[in-house]
């Protein structure tokens, strides 16, 4: 094969990869940590905000009492205690600890029927 077509292939694939929309897999919160997805959306309540070292961060609780922390981008807003809320990102797992998070939030949006 040509050198050209070969590099022609590779530039095609490359740009048709950065079109790709981003797809968010539903979990739950107790799901999320032996999710095999990357991006993820997961609904719950707002129990805790915190400020570490500038880093802004939620807790999300779910019905059964699993919690999650959400990591936010810098320029997004703190949600407020108590909103129910869908929250989509990239799935953070530690397996050290065995942790799962969602690092960086994407989008938040209010769920209104619980």
């Known amino acids: 094969m040509p050198l050209h077509l070969s590099l022609r292939a590779l530039v095609f694939v490359l740009f048709f990869f950065q079109l790709a929309p981003i797809v968010y897999h539903t ?14 959306e997961i609904e719950g309540t707002v129990s ?10 939620f807790r999300l609780l779910d ?33 050290q600890t065995g942790v799962a998070e969602i690092d960086p939030v994407a989008a938040i949006e209010p769920v209104e029927n619980q």
Request: one cysteine or more.
């Open 63 to 95: 019905r059964h009492g699993h919690a999650r922390v959400c990591v936010l981008p810098k320029g997004m807003a703190v949600p407020t205690m108590g909103a129910h809320l869908r929250v989509q990102g990239t799935r953070k797992y530690w397996p």
């Open 27 to 40: 979990e739950t919160i107790d799901s999320l940590g032996y999710s095999p997805y990357v991006y993820v």
């Open 48 to 57: 805790g905000v915190s400020r570490e070292d500038g880093i802004d961060s």
